[in-house]
């Protein structure tokens, strides 16, 4: 399994960023897929998941700001990021939901205030 997430980088408060990540060794299009992200000291935690059949649901701290999409066709998972905050900051990393034991290298996320 192969999880190549990109797009991330250094943003001021406010702004955006939208990540990509493409996905290979799955089967892509009946798996959920969902976007993690861990902060320095922290644990890595879910923050948004698109199930293969149903609506996307998101963490209480990002909702309203953050939409995830996909696109099967690409076996590509995207998260668009908006009203970033500080507390954004963090490595983000997608994943199947459950996730799996291969995490890929994520891409880093700062958020300046």
């Known amino acids: 399994v192969q999880l190549q997430a990109s797009g991330g980088g250094l943003v001021q408060s406010g702004g955006s960023l939208r990540l990509s990540c493409v996905v290979s060794?799955?089967?892509?299009?009946?798996?959920?897929m969902g976007w993690y992200r861990q902060a320095p000291g922290n644990q890595r935690k879910l923050v948004a998941v698109?199930?293969?059949?149903?609506?996307?649901h998101y963490a209480d701290s990002v909702k309203g700001r953050f939409t995830i999409s996909r696109d099967n066709a690409k076996n590509t998972v995207y998260l668009q990021m908006n009203s970033l905050k500080p507390e954004d900051t963090a490595v983000y990393y997608c994943?199947?939901?459950?996730?799996?034991?291969?995490w890929g290298q994520g891409t880093q996320v700062t958020v300046s205030s």
């Open positions: 698109f199930p293969s059949g149903s609506s996307a």
């Open positions: 060794g799955i089967i892509f299009s009946i798996t959920d």
């Open positions: 994943n199947a939901v459950p996730s799996l034991r291969s």
